[in-house]
């Protein structure tokens, strides 16, 4: 166990807890707008503009370090396409890696994953035509360069919709064997995606399927609690726990989905699953800090 890492977690829990002192503990980095893929669910390769300068980007790692961020997730477009001049996707690691417990990356999987990050997620959205039709054709490439790959800690993630909500159960069973674990979340619309949200009732029957995937000793990495919770949403959210840095420069704390789609109250569709995690980690549910502690390798 990590000493430092726990102590100062326990002082951060003490602090929001008894002191009203709400401040970030994780930091989404989206680098790049710039994409390998024409995702059909995804808007930002559809919104162009530079990549974040690694000036901005170091101010940025300083002033969230001092607010109390420990948590570095970078994310795109396709983030290992970063660059800023001479320097890459490596660089910006090693700098990430200066300030923050966890320093980890998304990435669509179509680049070698040679990332040195702490932890890696690559999207899986489907079996391969499905994969193919959601996310240009990428699949093979994918699942080469995902068993290419020396990283230790390296994970899928399944965005679930009403697409490819019926074979979620094939795909762990598939990517089992490939992966260290899969996490998942479910798809909310943008602006400029096609719709692919997955009706409540449909919600409900899948996440059941994983419930019983999980029990039987697939890996499902992400908690019994929060795969309950997400039926109806009942789980009280502490959006103040992240922050967010978009490719502008531009930094906000709170909620996610917040100013990023179509619906006045986000909170209504919301299937962020990090989010459920890390909410009911700060209630202390242990299932949900044993999600962070597996993935993030924190404490």
Known sequence: MKLGQFLYLARYYTNAKFLNKKRPILAGVKLTHRC???CRQCPFWQRPGDD???ADLRKIMKDLYQQGVRIWLMEGGEPLLWRDGQLNIHDLVAEAKKYFYCVGVTTNGTLPIDVKTDVVWVSIDGLRDTHNYLRSNSFDKVIDNIKKSQHPNLFSNIVINHLNYQEVPEV???LSGIVKGMTIQFFFPYPESEDLALPWEKREKVLDELLKLKKEGWPVIDSFTALEALK???WKCEPWMVTCVERDGTVEQGCYLKNRTPY????KICGLTAH???SLAYHLNYK???VGRKTMKIF
Do not use: G, R, S
């Not at 006045?264 to 909170?267: K, L, N, Q």
């Open 52 to 54: 974040i300068k690694f």
């Open 172 to 174: 762990v069973k598939f």
């Open 264 to 267: 006045e109250d986000p909170c």
């Open 36 to 38: 390998t893929l024409k």
């Open 288 to 290: 949900a800090i044993n």
């Open 276 to 278: 459920t995690e890390l």
């Open 232 to 234: 109806k949403n009942t």
